[in-house]
């Protein structure tokens, strides 16, 4: 087992950077997940540390080896691919044992290691087949052990559950789970899903154009997100913004979107969020934290999304809204209500995006 360092790491391809100084330390054994949307850079960053993209500038350290101009076979990585890369001609016991092979092992080994893989990714009823008489999670698991018969430092993980069906995809996360409590090396994850990151990483790293913008426990990301960025992309459905500003009404400070007047606390508004009346700002409040309550402010339901066990309720409050309530059949299309969000769950946001205060 071994850490993972990153320093100042940087991806330039001419005058397009898509990583820029990227400063991260996995330890050992951590599940660490790099989430962002689509062309933000975290594939690229998987790859500098795999070694098949090279570094424009900084470190990449692996336990105690600076492993940043080492070939990737040198950096004794394993890496788990999108779209599985298995030999379609070789049954699944010469898929994994391949990689061994090309590395001189010794039959006995092979068959070893080759087994131990099988039982714990149960596939031992699996060896004699061919990729194409198995499923897309089959083939999945099939990948997990190829990576996991080298026995390596650190696996790397590109979006592995991308192809594969919702529920399989579900039932892939929790064998990936039970495979790094049985294994204990360290695994870097790269994922656009959060679900697959807040269910599966101790940490996660959001990015967004190539930048860090925070790195912390999945449920700490939640409630503090460093930004409007990372408040947004964390959560489903995603956080409800308004933008407006703060007023001084009757001895207390508020804050106004159009219609829309919410209470602040004044040690919250004053010297612990930085902000005086008139200054512009962002409220952000989660749709799970909205409440139906006859002390809330009143928005008008558009929409109703009945999801058996609970109802998200769409709605205009002045600018659009959603709220996560318990089902409620009674709650119709047209009709207005009132919510509140409970102390402690009213996030407030500067107008560059930068949070100042959950109040």
């Given amino acids: ?11 330039a391809f001419g005058d397009l950077v ?14 660490m997940v790099l989430v962002g949307p689509s062309g933000c850079g975290k594939s690229t ?35 788990v691919f999108q779209n599985y890369a298995l030999y379609p001609h070789k049954t699944v016991y010469d898929n994994l044992a391949f990689g061994l092979r090309m590395r001189g092992a010794g039959k006995a080994e092979i068959a070893d290691r080759v087994a131990r893989a099988a039982a714990i990714l149960r596939i031992e009823p699996l060896l004699a087949r061919k990729p194409r008489q198995l499923s897309g999670g089959q083939m999945q698991r099939v990948a997990l052990g190829r990576a996991l018969v080298r026995e390596p430092d650190v696996f790397l993980f590109d979006e592995p559950l991308s192809n594969l069906d919702a529920k399989m995809r579900v039932h892939m996360r929790d064998e990936i789970a039970r495979l790094h409590r049985e294994v ?27 930048v860090v913008q925070q790195v912390g426990a999945p449920l700490a990301v939640y409630d503090r997100p460093a930004n409007r960025f990372v408040a947004g992309f964390i959560g489903s459905p995603e956080m ?27 040690p919250a508004a004053g010297g612990g969020a930085r902000l005086s009346p008139g200054e512009k700002a962002v409220i952000g409040i989660r749709p799970e934290h909205l409440a139906l309550s006859a002390e809330g402010f009143p928005a008008r339901v558009v929409h109703v999304e009945r999801m058996g066990n609970e109802s998200v309720l769409v709605l205009d409050a002045g ?13 119709r299309a047209g009709e207005t209500v009132r919510l509140a969000a409970p102390p402690g769950r009213l996030h407030l946001f500067d107008r560059a995006g930068e949070a100042l205060a959950v109040i």
């Avoid at 204990?184 to 190539?210: F, N, P, S, W």
């Fill in 45 to 79: 960053t998987l790859r500098m540390i795999a070694g098949l993209e090279e570094a424009s500038s900084g470190t990449i350290r692996i336990g105690a080896r600076d492993v940043t101009r080492l070939e990737p076979r040198d950096r004794n990585v394993a890496m």
């Fill in 240 to 266: 409800n913004f308004a933008e407006g500003e703060v007023a001084a009404e009757n001895g207390g400070m508020v804050f106004r979107s159009g219609s829309l007047a919410l209470p602040l606390p004044l």
């Fill in 1 to 11: 087992m071994a850490s993972v360092g990153l320093s100042g790491v940087t991806k």
């Fill in 18 to 31: 898509v990583v820029r100084s990227v400063d991260l330390t996995v330890a050992e054994g951590e599940f």
């Fill in 319 to 331: 600018q659009p809204m959603r709220a996560v309530t318990g089902r409620d059949d009674a709650v």
């Fill in 184 to 210: 204990g090396t360290a695994m870097i994850y790269v994922t656009h899903d959060q679900v697959e990151a807040m269910t599966l990483g101790d940490r996660i790293c959001v990015m967004k154009d190539g």
